[in-house]
T-cell receptor, first 114, second 111 residues
Framework: EPEVTQTPSHQVTQMGQEVILRCVPISNHLYFYWYRQILGQKVEFLVSFYNNEISEKSEIFDDQFSVERPDGSNFTLKIRSTKLEDSAMYFC????????????FGPGTRLTVT | GEDVEQSLFLSVREGDSSVINCTYTDSSSTYLYWYKQEPGAGLQLLTYIFSNMDMKQDQRLTVLLNKKDKHLSLRIADTQTGDSAIYFCAEITPAGTALIFGKGTTLSVSS
């Protein structure tokens, strides 16, 4: 069964450093998403992406964040200058169509900022 | 803004039915979802219901929707130890792309 994959599974970085989290969505899906889950808190929406454009973003997704689909298979989330409070599990998701919007999630990347 | 509320814990015995409840705020949500998260894993889509339906059954899972009260429930029949996980209810934002999740209900199944 097709699945969303994410790399790395765990990333440790120092405050102020740039990180890029990578995702490979399900191959025939056209809609892509990033969410994060701070330990013990809710899963929070960050951004949705379609046709090489951001469709929707939350207040969390400020100028420090950017997304890109650099090629036909990868979808990336970049955090320019990480802060301690960016430590969280980051989930990528994809969906085939926006109607039912069945979003399929990857296993997540645990980002630890020290 | 949109908000989704769930009770945090539910403990049941193997073979019993589990009922996980959720309330949501956005009455324009077209679809509502249930996700399952096992320890160390991502979110697995279990089922969803369209807002013009009252009930949806999928094998051991039954979803009930009371749109008037903005109440959603997930019933798991014949609960097994493998059902132990965190269950998240989610609604869709008015813009139609983002999922808004509850805090999750931890289901503990004892044998």
């Amino acid at each position: 069964e097709p699945e969303v994959t994410q790399t790395p599974s765990h990333q440790v970085t120092q405050m102020g450093q740039e990180v890029i989290l990578r995702c490979v969505p399900i191959s025939n899906h056209l809609y892509f998403y990033w969410y994060r889950q701070i330990l013990g808190q809710k899963v929070e929406f960050l951004v949705s992406f379609y046709n090489n454009e951001i469709s929707e973003k939350s207040e969390i997704f400020d100028d420090q964040f950017s997304v890109e689909r650099p090629d036909g298979s990868n979808f990336t989330l970049k955090i320019r200058s990480t802060k301690l409070e960016d430590s969280a599990m980051y989930f990528c998701a994809s969906s085939e169509n926006p109607g039912r919007n069945e979003q399929y999630f990857g296993p997540g990347t645990r980002l630890t900022v020290t | 803004g949109e908000d989704v509320e769930q009770s945090l814990f539910l403990s049941v015995r193997e073979g019993d039915s589990s009922v996980i409840n959720c309330t949501y705020t956005d009455s324009s949500s077209t679809y509502l979802y249930w996700y399952k998260q096992e320890p160390g894993a991502g979110l697995q889509l279990l089922t969803y219901i369209f807002s013009n339906m009252d009930m949806k059954q999928d094998q051991r899972l039954t979803v009930l929707l009371n749109k008037k009260d903005k109440h959603l429930s997930l019933r798991i029949a014949d609960t097994q130890t493998g059902d132990s996980a965190i269950y998240f209810c989610a609604e869709i934002t008015p813009a139609g792309t983002a999922l808004i999740f509850g805090k999750g209900t931890t289901l503990s199944v004892s044998s």
